[in-house]
């Protein structure tokens, strides 16, 4: 779970910030239509000028949602090609034949590969096979690129994304119930 969320997040940040960016312009224009009405109108103070300002959650929840929407649905709306051969997925792990035709079918993949990108966590280099990759792709492919990004960072970045929707959800509320004075 944790390679295939590091890999769509990866590939698919420019969709989900496109997606984010249509969501909100949508609800933003239906407000202006006055389509969408406001759920509250707040009285806000700033210098001492009262101003009645409308207030709705449907640009952070809309956001939220059309960023989600863009993220997965990035591989089947791909900008740039670019194809992923993930070892768990592309070689059969319970028939043992097949199985052993990915093993020696791996180097034909690593040959043509440009970059090998090493996801990993702590136990990796523990791991014989994921070693084996290593070796494998610089013999076969002297010049590719090999990068190495951590699994935790998407992972940290999907928890704080989640805190801010709840937080601004939140600030949307205390907002909406309570009078500011700023």
Known sequence: GGKILSLLMQSGWLHGLLGWFCGVAFILCLEWLDIIPPFTIANIRIADVEYDAPISPWVIIAGWF???????????LSMRRQICFLDMTS?????????QRGIYSIGGCLSVSKELRVLY???YFGS???LFELVAFRNSNPTGKIKFL???LERSVLVGACALFVLSLIQWWLVSVVDSDF
């Open 91 to 99: 070689i059969h792990q319970s028939d043992n034949e097949l199985l």
């Open 150 to 152: 951590p699994l935790f």
């Open 66 to 76: 059309s960023m989600i929407l863009g993220v997965c649905s990035s591989p089947y």
């Open 121 to 123: 966590s702590p136990p």
């Open 128 to 130: 014989l096979w994921c």
